[in-house]
């Protein structure tokens, strides 16, 4: 997912929630991980090459940081850890097919208004054809030049990330879906994250 659609999901997920110095902590962990240096070898970051096992873990391995930075006094690293767990939770709605899978339910009529979506199907989530775009390296590199994209496309199996993705409305008809998919599922995140935490480290980790 791009970097801008990032950030305006976060923001209106949890813009209410916290402070803006909390808010803006957050969004600068959220996006260092769509760096270059986090591009290879990182699948887990963005729920790609279908390692669905190692996202959740790495998802719940950064939420386990939380609760100790914060009583240790130390806000800002609880903010950061839980700016790069909701990057691959955003991302999981970009990079899989579950967005197609949701709408499929609905091809015999109008399907829902994306603001309906539910980001959390236990049926779609618990597939075991759920996928996400797999990294045809070095073309698919190529794929994310915006004028070379039509003529790589073509030479990219179908299940790579570059056919696959629904990274924007660019490259999906799909995209508002997975932008209010991202919205709920970082709000569900926060609560189940500030829900962990005792009033006292709610209070430090909100910043109100």
Known sequence: MLIPHHIEITRRAIATEVSSRALEKIIRANIAQDGLRYQ???????????????????????RAHIGPALERGDAPSAWQAFGRMIHPA??????????????????????????????????????PDLHSGKLYYPLEVLAFVPFLRKFILPHLPTDSHAHMNHDGHETSAHFDYVFHAAVKRTRIEFDKTVNSLSSELRGRFVDR
């Open 40 to 62: 290879l070898g990182h699948d887990h970051f963005h729920f790609d090459n279908d390692q669905f096992q190692e996202s959740y873990a790495y998802i719940e391995e950064q």
């Open 90 to 127: 955003q991302d999981f709605y970009a990079h899989t097919d579950y967005i197609p899978r949701w709408l499929s339910r609905f091809e015999a009529g109008t399907p829902p208004a994306p603001e309906e979506v539910d980001p959390v199907s236990s049926e779609i989530l618990s597939h």
